[in-house]
């Protein structure tokens, strides 16, 4: 069975940090592209950052680009999403996600974690 674990979620006051962590099991990601997605409470999904398989290119958000940073480590099945500066406005459901059907920003990809709820208070 093929799972996707966020983990790293939390409470964290506006300006601090967190960084979330994402491991796969069942089955190995090394050779596919991965995505962080949120989703705040009425709104829709929306693409954050994504990274290519190997690392080289990651793609980000206007909305995030300077303040978090996605990595890989194939070697452990793991993406990560580091946070800084964060904002109210960064409240949000955050969701792993692995495996594009198409462009890195579409939400169409074939593997989905359960989500990390990260709350920024001001």
């Known amino acids: 069975q093929v799972q996707l674990v966020e983990s790293g979620g939390g409470l964290v006051q506006a300006g601090g940090s967190l960084r979330l962590s994402c491991a796969a099991s069942g089955r190995t990601f090394s050779s596919v592209a991965k995505g962080w997605f949120r989703q705040a409470p009425g709104k829709e999904r929306e693409f954050v950052a994504a990274?290519?398989?190997?690392?080289?290119?990651?793609y980000y958000a206007d909305s995030v680009k300077g303040r978090f940073t996605i990595s890989r480590d194939n070697a452990k099945n793991t993406v990560f999403l580091q946070m800084n500066s964060l904002k109210p406005e960064d409240t949000a459901v955050y969701y792993c996600?692995?495996?594009?059907?198409?462009?890195?920003?579409?939400?169409?990809?074939?593997?989905w974690g359960q989500g990390t709820q990260v709350t920024v208070s001001s």
């Open positions: 990274i290519s398989w190997n690392g080289g290119r990651t």
């Open positions: 996600a692995a495996d594009p059907r198409t462009s890195y920003s579409n939400p169409l990809y074939n593997y």
